[in-house]
């Protein structure tokens, strides 16, 4: 399984945008990016995925980089209900599908 | 229901009993994950269902630990003789189609062994 490496922890003012890198650089071809959050006391939340193109849905915009070894989750406004651990995944869609999380991002959104 | 439901939310049980925690998944949705998260560290991953069969169990630490979904649908995590090293809480997330579709997890149980 691919590894992720996450910054531990940032900040962000409320209304800018929260930029957060993740490195995958022993990405495979077939590997996908998938992002999940997890606000304190809840289960993680699917944020957005991504294969090669640059994805955006109503929570934020995914930019992954050419050669795939690095990719941006990018929250455009981001709200002091963001404060959360953003976790960056790689997944297999074959085998067994399971995700392996790392300790991911703490992202704190300042008022 | 609209999302996975676990119960009980919170579990308090002395060490050397025996727990049984449950998942109801998203109605129709095939994949059921198993995770257990410590406290300041991601979910690790436990075990995967396909249907009614395991098809990873690989992350069970040990053999006191041991889920079943008979029927397809909801699934109970069982762990005999608890250690208080077993204090974590345990999240269950549903997919409809593993490999096509996201995973939605549940609010998980929290597991007070004492």
């Known amino acids: 399984d691919a590894k992720t490496t996450q910054p531990p922890s940032m900040d962000c003012a409320e209304g800018r945008a929260a930029n957060l890198p993740c490195n995958h650089s022993?990405?495979?071809?077939?590997?996908?990016v998938y992002w999940y959050r997890q606000i304190h006391s809840q289960g993680p939340q699917y944020i957005i995925h991504?294969?090669?193109n640059n994805e955006t849905n109503e929570m934020a915009s995914l930019i992954i980089t050419e050669d795939r070894k690095s990719s941006t989750l990018i929250l455009p406004h981001a709200t002091l209900r963001d404060t959360a651990v953003y976790y960056c995944?790689?997944?297999?869609?074959?085998?067994?599908?399971?995700?392996?999380f790392g300790t991911g991002t703490r992202l704190k959104v300042l008022a | 229901g609209a999302g996975v439901s676990q119960t009980p939310s919170n579990k308090v049980t002395e060490k050397g009993k025996y727990v049984e925690l449950r998942c109801d998944p998203i109605?129709?949705?095939?994949?059921l994950y198993w995770y257990r998260q410590s406290l300041g560290q991601g979910p690790e991953f436990l075990i995967y269902?396909?249907?009614?069969?395991?098809?990873?169990d690989s992350g069970l630490p040990n053999d006191r630990f041991f889920a079943v979904r008979p029927e397809g649908s909801v699934s109970t995590l069982k762990i005999q003789r608890t250690e208080r090293g077993d204090s974590a809480v345990y999240l269950c997330?549903?997919?409809?189609?593993?490999?096509?579709?996201?995973?939605?997890f549940g609010q998980g149980t929290r597991l007070t062994v004492v």
């Open positions: 995944i790689v997944y297999r869609p074959s085998g067994t599908y399971k995700y392996i």
């Open positions: 109605s129709g949705h095939t994949a």
């Open positions: 269902f396909q249907g009614t069969g395991a098809a990873d």
């Open positions: 991504g294969l090669k």
């Open positions: 997330a549903s997919s409809a189609r593993p490999g096509e579709s996201e995973a939605f």
């Open positions: 022993t990405i495979s071809g077939n590997e996908y």
